[in-house]
């Protein structure tokens, strides 16, 4: 039920930076646990980073630890997921998803109901 835009995705060598933003269209996050998901060709996909949005606490897949940053705008109703030092195996499409069923976050992403439309990110060696 609520609309999520993405955007900032985009080729990158090695060692470099990307911001991705993605804006929740009409609504708010305030009951809402959002998340950053990404899938590369070939393989399920996973869970990256995200943010219990009225407690402000985080959670990070190993993968990204002391990497990537998730964080929250809440006048603008937008996360951002910051992604440092990227590395050819960070290479998949991106989304953003948001939940709002469930009590405790969930890394799954099959407890999330609204996702956006995916960007990718191509890490080059």
Request: hydrophobic letters at 30%; glycine letters at 10%; a neutral charge.
């Amino acid at each position: 039920q609520v609309q999520l835009v993405e955007s900032g995705g985009g080729l990158v060598q090695a060692g470099g930076s990307l911001r991705l933003s993605c804006a929740a269209s009409g609504r708010t996050f305030s009951s809402y646990h959002m998340a950053w998901f990404r899938q590369a060709p070939g393989k399920e996909r996973e869970f990256v980073s995200g943010i219990s949005w009225r407690s402000g606490r985080t959670y990070d897949a190993d993968s990204v630890k002391g990497r990537y940053t998730i964080s929250r705008d809440n006048a603008k109703n937008t996360v951002y997921l910051q992604m440092n030092s990227l590395e050819p195996e960070d290479t998949a499409v991106y989304y953003c998803a948001a939940d709002r069923t469930h009590i405790s976050f969930s890394t799954s992403y099959r407890d999330y109901d609204s996702w956006g439309q995916g960007t990718q990110v191509t890490v080059s060696s």
